[in-house]
């Protein structure tokens, strides 16, 4: 009973090529996320969706397409692969609290990515 | 610009008490969180707070004073295991859910 699950754990792959990523979350949040943790530790958001609907659309290269088909999955996939890609990537999903406003964000295991 | 501040490190020996600072200059404030994260694992939460006052949850608290953008994670009877990265969060103004994250505190708890 996995509340945000990620696949794959691993990727390791080749610069140029193009790979995806799966987000699905049982929790019944209606919001997720994407965030890129790189060797420094910061947690960088990409993007956000809201219901199916893009809310978050951070400055990330255009090689990377976030795709929602229902509000419990969110995948990302990355075009034409270059080293500086190389990271974790979380998944995350939170529900609006809206009369306390807290939206706890509960994240997955983490993709580990490595462009060689 | 919005801004937020840790320690990046910090050393502690088991059975002590902890104190993890974090100071934040946001655009609007609707909340403060904390994070634990161990390494080569997930984030997981840890607290939250948007009233001024602390927070007791178990061998963990958190404080919050929004007139001085501060927050403290305190630690008592530390454990190895709570050897990890601290992360301070904050959500901004604005309804589009987006968390504002410093760096983070790296703890070694030590025998």
């Known amino acids: 009973d996995t509340a945000v699950s990620q696949t794959p754990k691993y990727l390791v792959t080749q610069m140029g090529n193009d790979k995806s990523i799966k987000c699905e979350q049982n929790?019944?949040?209606?919001?997720m996320y994407w965030y890129k943790q790189d060797s420094k530790k910061f947690l960088k958001i990409m993007f956000s969706?809201?219901?199916?609907?893009?809310?978050i659309n951070e400055t990330v290269p255009n090689r990377f397409s976030p795709k929602s088909p229902d509000k419990a999955h969110l995948n990302l996939h990355i075009n034409s692969l270059e080293l500086g890609d190389s990271a974790v990537y979380f998944c995350a999903s939170s529900q609006d609290r809206f009369m306390r406003g807290e939206e706890t964000q509960y994240f997955g295991p983490g993709t580990r990515l490595l462009v060689l | 610009g919005q801004n937020i501040d840790q320690p990046t490190e910090m050393t502690a020996t088991e059975g002590a008490i902890v104190q993890i600072n974090c100071t934040y200059q946001t655009s609007g404030f609707n909340g403060l969180f904390w994070y634990q994260q161990h390494a080569g694992e997930a984030p997981t939460f840890l607290s939250y707070?948007?009233l001024d006052g602390l927070e007791e949850k178990g061998r963990f608290s958190s404080f919050l004073s929004r007139s001085k953008g501060y927050s403290y994670l305190l630690l008592k009877e530390l454990q190895m295991k709570d050897s990890a990265s601290y992360l301070c969060a904050v959500k901004g103004a604005g309804n589009n859910r987006k968390l504002i994250w410093g760096l983070g505190t790296s703890l070694a708890v030590n025998p």
């Open positions: 707070n948007v």
């Open positions: 969706y809201n219901n199916k609907e893009l809310i």
């Open positions: 929790l019944g949040h209606d919001t």
